[in-house]
């Protein structure tokens, strides 16, 4: 078995045929707290307002999807066959647990030591490229649409694809590395800051009421 | 009419060294715990009609992110985050990418009386036309002379400095301005220009840009003198009934 250098689980009953809007979630420190790479496979917890919040804003017309880089199995020397397993399957009850329509994941790293992994991908945030693949697949608006996320690379990713209402959760890792990041099509950055997921959701809500 | 508000937040504010070290300039206390970014959205959003709120924010931007998410969501501006400072044309070239609506300017150091703010609104929503906002002062003491024409239509926009000292009343730039439309301006500027050395300019070149003079009472706070000046502006407007 391979591990794909990108994977995605879209949650059964999604409608592909008419134009729709969604929500892109960050997922390890946006989601749950971050606590280094392969946070998904400690089984982290996700408070049960945040997930009551996801179940509620479904109802206003949004798909809820989760973007994430995922370098866990690049940082490895070689790869587990089981972890692989665990991991995919972690991830597709996640989709579950969290009321997410779909997740897309882009494992590519540029210095990953597994060669196939090792790669400058432009699905891999800043870049914008896990956006525009569920745009395909799902056929999304996305000047209708929203990022969340808790670093700069979120925010980017959501610009350069278009998408302009972007909210980010400060925290002090939010700029960290990030901050000389730009998008072809822009010198700055645009977001509103959000204190929490829930908060970002929130306003999301009041938006639209 | 309703409009944006962009505040410029992302100078160095060296004039106010040391404080401004550890401290984006409008974040500096102005009233308490009151910073001068908070009044000017408070005061601002109590008085006009504005759709959005918008900050840039370049120098220190964790310490900016950091104090936006204590505020409450009401007042929080939305970012314009700029990795490299941009120079404040150019911070308005990058909203008009996501916002062509009517726009008021201002510079994020001024402290204004509300009577001011009431003065600036009616003006606006009387006339909407591209509009800088200028106050009377001492030629010798100016750093931006204004000269209008007929309509207050401006005719110059030059630096202070480059004119025979006079001592005597000029109209100086207040660091606000009204665009009624971003997308008319028509012109890429040049990174690290200044509104006033690219937009403005090029407005008066086309005959487009107007002049109001506001009376009423205002603070830049550009030096420690004029911090001091400013709180106790703000000390004295509190307790006025």
């Known amino acids: 078995m391979v591990l794909p250098g990108d994977y995605r689980v879209i949650k059964g009953g999604v409608s592909k045929e008419t134009p729709k809007r969604a929500i892109f979630i960050d997922i390890d420190g946006t989601l749950w707290p971050d606590s280094g790479p392969g946070t998904i496979l400690k089984n982290p917890k996700i408070s049960s307002e945040i997930i009551s919040e996801l179940g509620n804003i479904s109802n206003f017309g949004y798909l809820v999807i989760g973007f994430s880089n995922q370098t866990f199995f690049g940082y490895q020397d070689k790869l587990n066959f089981f972890e692989i397993l665990n991991y995919r399957s972690k991830v597709r009850r996640l989709t579950k647990r969290a009321f997410l329509d779909a997740i897309y994941i882009c494992h590519h790293h540029p210095n990953s030591s597994i060669s196939y992994l090792r790669s400058e991908c432009q699905k891999r945030k800043p870049n914008s490229g896990l956006i525009k693949w569920a745009k395909e697949e799902l056929n999304l608006e996305l000047n209708q649409s929203v990022v969340i996320g808790d670093r700069l690379t979120d925010i980017a990713a959501g610009q350069d694809s278009g998408i302009t209402k972007k909210f980010l959760i400060a925290n002090p890792r939010s700029l960290e590395r990030n901050i000389s990041t730009r998008t072809a099509s822009s010198l700055c950055f645009t977001f509103r800051v959000s204190r929490s997921l829930i908060d970002a959701l929130q306003s999301i809500k009041s938006d639209i009421s | ?241």
């Not at chain 2, 309509?151 to 005597?168: E, H, K, Q, R, W």
Request: aromatic share 6%.
């Open chain 2, 1 to 241: 009419m309703t409009f944006n508000l962009l505040i410029l937040g992302a100078g160095r504010g060296t004039r106010l060294s040391p404080l401004t070290d550890a401290l984006p300039k409008p974040l500096l206390t102005i009233n308490g715990s009151e910073t001068i970014l908070l009044r000017i959205v408070k005061q601002f959003r109590k008085i006009l009609p504005i759709s959005n709120i918008w900050v840039n924010v370049s120098t220190l931007p964790e310490t900016f992110l950091d104090y936006l998410n204590g505020i409450d969501t009401e007042f929080r501006p939305q970012v314009l985050l700029e990795p490299n400072l941009l120079g404040s044309a150019n911070t308005v070239f990058e909203l008009s990418k996501v916002h062509t609506g009517p726009t008021l300017v201002i510079h994020g150091d001024l402290i204004l009386s509300s009577a001011y703010i009431e003065t600036l609104l009616q003006e606006i929503l009387s006339n909407p036309r591209f509009l800088v906002f200028c106050h009377s002062r001492l030629a010798n003491h100016a750093r931006s002379k204004i000269t209008i024409g007929d309509s207050n239509i401006v005719t110059s926009l030059v630096n202070a400095s480059l004119n025979s000292v006079v001592n005597s009343d000029v109209l100086v730039n207040s660091g606000i301005y009204f665009l009624p439309n971003l997308q008319q301006i028509g012109l890429t500027p040049e990174i690290g220009t200044e509104i006033a050395d690219s937009i403005l300019q090029t407005l008066i070149s086309s005959g487009k840009l107007h002049a109001f003079e506001i009376k009423e009472k205002r603070v830049s706070v550009d030096s420690f003198d004029q911090l001091e000046e400013a709180r106790r502006f703000v000390k004295e407007e509190k307790l006025r009934p």
